[in-house]
């Protein structure tokens, strides 16, 4: 009778990745984003004439461009941000009198990415840049300043990224 081995077994338990640091980004990719409540990806069509960049940068090669009126296949996208400054006049929430806050990607319905407590959440935020209210918990320091890049993808194949995805119908479901 042969002899049965018992071999070991290895079990992988995988963990979430969140990433901490003590400093907040001076400047944020947030990939995947849609910036704006109703936003979406999808079937686009275009308003007007578009350039399409190989890479979500200005001085990338041009790899193509869109006419007025083609639809195309818009994949994903990416907001860049430089991040505005948020300072906590009277305790709120989770904040104190004299809190910064450092403020990114804008998600609609008053909900924007925040840096807290060295990583990256989602907060609401009643109180709008360019918006102050005379009582209001916080005042703006400095307006968030974020562009907002679509990878599309062409009938023909060609896919390219544009900072104009307002240059298109679609985008929004709400509409």
């Not at 909900?111 to 009582?135: A, C, L, R, S, T």
Request: contains cysteine; proline residues 7%; hydrophobic residues 35%.
């Amino acid at each position: 009778m042969a002899a049965i081995r018992a071999r070991p077994l290895f079990l992988a338990v995988t963990f979430p990745l969140v990433v901490f640091a003590a400093e907040p980004p001076t400047f944020y990719i947030d990939r995947g984003a849609c910036p704006f409540e109703c936003c979406t990806y999808g079937t686009w069509r275009a308003k007007t004439d578009t350039r399409l960049f190989a890479e979500p940068k200005l001085k990338s090669q041009q790899v193509g461009s869109v006419p007025k009126g083609t639809s195309v296949q818009a994949l994903t996208g990416e907001v860049h941000t430089v991040p505005g400054k948020l300072k906590v006049l009277r305790d709120a929430s989770l904040y104190k009198a004299g809190d910064v806050l450092w403020v990114y990607t804008y998600l609609g319905e008053g909900i924007y990415k925040v840096w807290q407590d060295g990583k990256m959440v989602e907060e609401e935020i009643d109180v709008g840049p360019g918006n102050q209210q005379p009582h209001a918990w916080a005042t703006w320091e400095k307006s968030p300043r974020s562009q907002w890049w679509a990878k599309i993808k062409l009938n023909d194949g060609t896919i390219g990224w544009t900072n104009k995805p307002r240059s298109f119908r679609g985008i929004d479901r709400c509409e």
